[in-house]
């Protein structure tokens, strides 16, 4: 009943303000909503489309009825496009285009750093982050600076903080919890590199945040993140679960420091060409003009003002 009156409210509220156009952001409940108050309501709707989650149920949230009915699908990578013409009819597949996350490179300005052992992770403190693959990662690397800071909280720090114990790292590791945006990037000043070991992501914006502050990454070779991350070029990638393969990528950023920065440098790059807010928006906003003037779009759309 809840569900039937919020699509209710929503459809006569987008009669009421003469919208043309609904947008949502992500593919699950809030999705299902807009689809269903588009049909109320006789506006056109599309999605942006994440992952990684909704790939795991795509039946559940009726993926597929969903980019049917969409006007349009907002796909934050390549990979994440893949997985909805997994899930979608080839008719359908046209529609399906590439909008990037992004961030604004401005706010991430390069800062001169003494190169030492600071690591930094950023996210959700869940199995799917994969630190433990990190803890054990530690244990492999003789460094007298080494230290880890973990921004972030979640389900499983309790269980964390005593694995970090159970390995001797408690003096390395620093548990900070939850910071904001503007904190993390007073944070990336002072890391010398930030490590992602996760199992399961999207395209994470704290990779676009590292790089556009010319830290160094270590990331898994998973889902979109080598459509940022570039092995050898933009940062290192190891395969997942890997923890022997994490520790010698940590050790190559921490012993190479000039070419860590190298390829940090050549990242900042790679962020401002494809990887920013304003970019992509504007990606967004030729959509919104094309499909309302009933062209189709590319898969990748031009920057429009």
Known sequence: ASDVYKRQVLARQLKKTGATHLHNHIATSSCTVAMLASDLSGIPFSFTLHGPDIFYEPIRWRLDEKIRRARFVACISEFCRSQAMAFSAPEDWPKL???????????????????????????????????????????????????????????????????????????????????????????????????LPSFAEGLPVVLMEALAAEVPVV???????PELVEHGNTGLLVPPGDADGLAAAIRMILQSPDNAYKMARAGRTRIEAEFTSRTEAARLAHLFRAYGEGSQPPKRPEPRP
């Open 97 to 195: 285009h590439i909008v990037h996350c992004g961030v604004d490179p401005s706010r991430y300005t390069p800062a001169p750093r003494e190169r030492g052992a600071q690591l930094l992770f950023v996210g959700r403190l869940a199995a799917v982050k994969g630190l433990p693959v990190l803890f054990e990662a530690l244990t492999r690397i003789d460094h007298p600076d080494l230290s880890l800071a973990i921004v972030g909280d979640g389900p499983d720090r309790a269980a964390l903080e005593a694995q970090a114990g159970a390995l001797a790292l408690s003096d390395k590791v620093d548990f900070m919890g939850y910071r904001s945006q503007s904190e993390v990037a007073s944070l990336l000043k002072d890391a010398d590199l930030l490590v």
């Open 219 to 225: 990331a898994t070779r998973i889902a979109g993140i």
